[in-house]
């Protein structure tokens, strides 16, 4: 992300490999504050950020908050069900309203694709897009990459098969980006019809056959079938599919004994993933929801705080922390 960027709407946002590079290396100062007893930092302290999310989240939302406190921002949230869009308020209407209440930062969750790149065209604030339809999710890569690089050391070189619903995920479009941007090979497992109707400019292979595809991946990214999505029968049954495209427990012996084991939740147990596989050591599903919490910090303060100039453990951060101490 360069310093003059004002929103992140899409990994292309961040300018590449050095871009994602930059938000792991600030990553890593905030996952270290997020292991000091008291996990805060006055880097935000005066900002305000809303969340605008018209979709259900669990993961997601409370991964932003806990950021947005962690970095001592204040916070404030918006609740679809209780708002007046209930009543017909359109989407720029709902956004300006909020930025006229003094906002710094929106974080926008939207079933429509292009959703956070109108607000960002409508408002002075700055937009994260925390998933929009099938189209872009970059934090969850953001997070997807740095878990990697915390347990194999770098995604160069490594062979990444990311299996299931492709063609409604916008965590696999978002996915492919970062990782092949960081010279991650990327293969696709899924049937026909789960794929997207044109693959063109994707930097992928494709398989139907994940038995194939096992014994050769250092990571096993598994999503679910994303119902709410689908507006036709897409596969047979779920049996028939966990058949063919679940990790389960006989095919997880095949992987190699380091591979690893991801899922951006949340999980259909006993569909793409068997209970079993989903708890074993390799799997480092709850790694990411951990490392989620630290590379949002990262994203909030590189486009709130002072963006160019990035803190080490043991400077700015640290001192940041010990004039907090003090204040207390």
């Not at 408002?123 to 997070?143: F, I, K, M, R, Y």
């Not at 010279?183 to 994707?202: I, Y």
């Not at 949002?296 to 700015?316: D, H, N």
């Amino acid at each position: 992300m360069s310093a003059t960027s004002r929103h992140l709407l899409d990994i292309d946002d961040l300018g590449g490999r050095e871009g994602i590079e930059t938000v792991m290396r600030l990553t890593d100062s905030f996952v270290e504050v997020s292991q000091r007893q008291i996990p805060k930092v006055p880097a935000l302290r005066g900002k305000t950020i809303a969340w605008l999310f018209y979709e259900d989240s669990t993961r997601t939302r409370l991964s932003f908050e806990t950021a947005a406190k962690r970095l001592s921002a204040d916070t404030m949230n918006f609740s679809v069900s209780s708002s007046s869009v209930k009543k017909g308020e359109s989407l720029r209407d709902t956004a300006k309203t909020i930025e006229a209440m003094g906002i710094d930062a929106i974080v926008v969750r939207h079933s429509s694709a292009g959703a956070p790149h109108r607000i960002a065209q409508w408002v002075d604030a700055s937009v994260v897009n925390a998933g929009d339809g099938w189209h872009q999710h970059p934090t969850q890569a953001l997070l997807d990459c740095y878990t990697i690089r915390e347990h194999l050391g770098g995604l160069e070189g490594r062979r990444i098969a990311i299996v299931g619903d492709i063609k409604h995920s916008r965590v696999a479009r978002s996915d492919v980006t970062a990782f092949t941007a960081m010279g991650a090979e990327v293969v696709l497992v899924a049937p026909p019809t789960l794929l997207p109707p044109n693959l063109d400019g994707w930097p992928v292979t494709v398989s139907h056959d994940l038995d194939a595809v096992v014994p050769s991946v250092d990571v096993m990214y598994l999503l679910r079938m994303q119902r709410e999505r689908m507006t036709e029968a897409l596969v047979p049954s779920l049996r028939e599919y966990t058949a063919t495209y679940g990790l389960t427990n006989q095919r997880v012996e095949l992987l190699k004994d380091d591979a690893l084991v991801m899922h951006p939740g949340p999980m259909n147990r006993g569909v793409e993933i068997s209970a079993e596989v989903a708890d074993l050591p390799r799997s480092v599903i709850l790694d990411q929801v951990r490392n989620g919490v630290s590379v949002r910090m990262a994203v909030l303060y590189l486009l709130l705080g002072s963006g160019a100039e990035l803190p080490s453990p043991a400077g700015t951060l640290t001192n940041a922390s010990e004039t907090s101490d003090q204040e207390k």
